[in-house]
């Protein structure tokens, strides 16, 4: 069972009695229907429907929730909170003293306190926080740990795309339940339902391989000298990329190399339990 620190993640913990009633009209996924011990994606968004932070959320036993981010994102995810707060009972604490751990594998245990993280629909993975030192940073797993996000498409804002870039459906909040089209106003919610309704979403999640080891994440995908993707987090020959379907399909159907720098993506697929299809496959179904 492989555990990894996650270093660049870290947890605050909301409260107060207005904090769940305040956070469901203001952030993506339904806290309504969040159930104990399960950890949902989950977006604070522009007006303009772009996504500012993202990160995993879950209730306490005790009441309230803990939020579970990029640290470097806490300090300005809290600044801008407290501009919807007003006059509510809410507060944010300071980054818990407790790193955040997870577990995945076929003998996932479930330690104290673990999450199931709900982004992975077929298999089992549990973020929990440990004691600091009582569990020492193994940077194989921490490699296995990224390597599952690419073959299970799950992608994170500062890692595998930027602040202020992206719509929830460019990397799958609208497949993993990060955002719901029931429960009504939430900041942006007015365009991205526009965009589930109108199925205007071009932008989507893939996996990319290669015959030798990609550059680094952030590079652009080209086909015929045009972006068609940009690359996220990479290990070796495989990694995960976000671009347009249309153009990375064209690409695919007429032959011309998609290229990532001076290297070619060989094969693109679709991550697994994921609604989106190619578009051929869409024209098809709506034939």
Not at 198 to 215: C, E, L, Y
Not at 235 to 242: F, P, R, Y
Request: charged share 25%; glycine share 10%; proline share 6%.
């Amino acid at each position: 069972m492989p555990t990894a620190i996650l270093p660049d993640r870290s947890l605050i913990a909301v409260t107060g009695a207005d904090a769940e009633h305040l956070m469901q009209n203001v952030i993506t996924c339904d806290l309504d229907s969040l159930p104990q011990g399960v950890a949902r994606a989950g977006a604070l968004l522009t007006p303009q429907g772009k996504i500012l932070f993202d990160f995993l959320i879950a209730r306490d036993p005790g009441g309230g929730f803990t939020i579970d981010m990029r640290g470097d994102q806490v300090e300005a995810f809290t600044k801008r909170m407290t501009l919807y707060k007003l006059r509510s009972d809410m507060a944010l604490s300071p980054p818990l003293e407790t790193p955040v751990t997870i577990s995945f594998g076929d003998d996932v245990e479930t330690p104290q306190g673990a999450l199931h993280d709900e982004r992975f629909a077929d298999i089992i993975v549990r973020r929990f926080p440990v004691k600091t030192g009582s569990v020492k940073a193994d940077e194989k797993a921490l490699a296995q740990w990224n390597g599952l996000r690419i073959e299970h498409g799950i992608v994170e804002g500062g890692t595998d795309y930027e602040w202020n870039d992206v719509f929830p459906h460019d990397v799958s909040l609208d497949q993993n339940k990060g955002v719901d089209f029931k429960k009504g106003c939430y900041v942006g919610q007015e365009v991205v339902s526009r965009m589930q309704h109108r199925g205007t979403a071009r932008r989507r999640v893939m996996i990319a391989r290669a015959d030798k080891n990609f550059p680094p994440g952030g590079t652009e995908v080209t086909a015929d000298g045009k972006s068609a993707a940009m690359l996220g987090t990479v290990i070796g020959n495989h990694a995960l990329m976000i671009g347009r379907l249309d153009r990375v399909h064209e690409a695919i159907r007429s032959g011309t190399p998609l290229l990532a720098g001076d290297v070619t993506v060989h094969v693109v697929t679709l991550p697994p339990n994921v609604s989106y299809t190619w578009p051929e496959n869409e024209q098809k179904e709506n034939g």
